[in-house]
């Protein structure tokens, strides 16, 4: 604390009568505990649970991660996922599913963690979960959408509700999986999709797996470090 916050802890503390001894210590190096995974509430299970016995997602539980996604993804069929009309667009898109699906996982570590990161606005009755909100801030933040362009802000911010669209009317979907339709990681990549799609192709590229790849590299991975 500087001398000014001193001040004004000092005299909340006489407001609320404590001594002293009462008060709890200032924070310095040397009184802190080391954190350790054993007495982790949170990841004291992870250990022993994780594919080589370490704290990190190593590349085993990554991809296992990422096929489970990937499998509740493909569900549905490529018209649904990327919002297709044309017999053309969908047998096009359909040729193309492997080179995306290899496309989101060359990325999904970083993927996963921005959605973990924004998800992190959720109250706590939804975690990893997205809100329109939290979805609103990433698509700016990330200048995937630009407060100039109000019809491509409209269309991408849309995309929130559309991947939403589909899933809901499986009961079992929206009471374990999505609660209030957030989304989820499954929906968070889809909507990925759909960014890259709306905002790139026939612009920038002719192929599917091109307008997604550009659009983690312009605006997934060039926002995601600081």
């Excluded at 990422?66 to 969908?90: C, G, H, T, Y």
């Excluded at 047998?91 to 996963?112: F, G, H, Q, S, W």
């Excluded at 939804?126 to 329109?132: F, G, K, Q, R």
């Excluded at 409209?154 to 589909?166: D, S």
Aim: charged residues 30%.
């Amino acid at each position: 604390m500087s001398n000014s916050n001193d001040k004004y802890a000092t005299k909340y503390l006489a407001i609320l009568q404590l001594t002293s001894d009462e008060t709890v210590p200032k924070f310095t190096i040397g009184n802190c505990s080391r954190w350790s995974i054993k007495s982790s509430k949170m990841f004291k299970y992870r250990k022993n649970e994780a594919g080589q016995n370490v704290f990190f997602d190593d590349n085993v539980i990554l991809e296992r991660r990422f096929e489970a996604d990937w499998q509740n993804l493909a569900k549905r069929s490529v018209k649904e996922i990327l919002m297709l009309n044309s017999p053309e667009e969908i047998e096009k898109a359909t040729d193309e599913m492997d080179e995306i699906k290899a496309v989101i996982k060359a990325r999904y570590r970083i993927i996963l963690s921005t959605f973990n990161f924004f998800s992190a606005y959720a109250p706590i009755e939804y975690p990893s979960h997205l809100s329109d909100s939290s979805w609103q801030k990433y698509v700016r933040s990330t200048k995937i959408v630009s407060s100039r362009n109000m019809q491509e802000c409209e269309t991408i911010e849309a995309l929130f509700k559309l991947a939403n669209e589909g899933r809901q009317n499986s009961e079992i979907f929206k009471k374990n999986e999505n609660p209030d339709g957030w989304l989820t990681t499954i929906d968070f990549v889809e909507a990925l999709l759909r960014c890259g799609i709306k905002k790139y192709l026939g612009k920038l590229t002719g192929d599917y797996s091109d307008a997604i790849e550009h659009l983690l590299q312009e605006h997934v991975l060039k926002y995601a470090h600081p």
